[in-house]
């Protein structure tokens, strides 16, 4: 097969074009998905508490993050975490990955990222069960274009989550590990 004529025809099959180009026009798009999974092995991203601005991951030598936009003295009041998690949802067409950082997350969390993070410091499995417990869920998305011009995925802007009995995943994790006899 000639690789000219198949790349022809992923610009004309508009199953083989990414979303963002399908609904360009469209964005911000709401619509009704499933999630497929998530990515549990990086839900963080730490941050200066007085600026917000991205902080690098702290080094071993270091016990406080430096924050250059706080005119590179220590960050005074620490550092914090926020979710920032890939998700695969499925919608009725196609399976397409997306990202939901921390206000969206949120709404599907019940907690705060330093919350979760936490309470996953005594559960060690608990990033895993937070993913199997949404898989499946059905949900309301917004999505809009990333706003960072090298990032590849399309943002979750809001969430909402459509069945009537929807408990957020801390309160579904706390039941299990309850019942299991943890804390």
């Known amino acids: ?100 950082f921390d206000r969206a997350a949120r709404v599907l969390f019940g907690c705060s990222a330093d919350d979760f993070f936490d309470f996953a410091k005594t559960h060690p499995f608990a990033a895993a069960a937070a993913g199997k417990a949404l898989e499946g869920e059905m949900l309301k998305v917004t999505l809009s274009q990333p706003k960072n011009g090298n990032a590849r995925n399309l943002r979750v802007v809001s969430v909402l989550p459509l069945r009537t009995g929807f408990q957020p995943v801390i309160e579904t994790l706390r039941e299990l590990y309850r019942a299991r006899g943890g804390s």
């Open 1 to 100: 097969m000639n690789p000219e004529s198949s790349n022809n025809n992923n610009q004309t099959n508009p199953r083989k074009r990414p979303l963002t180009e399908i609904y360009k026009e469209k964005l911000p798009l709401t619509l009704n998905c499933m999630v497929v999974a998530i990515d549990h092995n990086n839900l963080f991203y730490t941050v200066c508490s007085t600026c917000e601005k991205t902080l690098p991951d702290p080094s071993p030598n270091t016990h406080l993050p430096f924050c250059k936009y706080c005119n590179f003295k220590p960050v005074s009041s620490g550092s914090k975490r926020l979710f920032r998690i890939l998700v695969s949802i499925a919608t009725e067409k196609k399976v397409i990955v997306v990202i939901m």
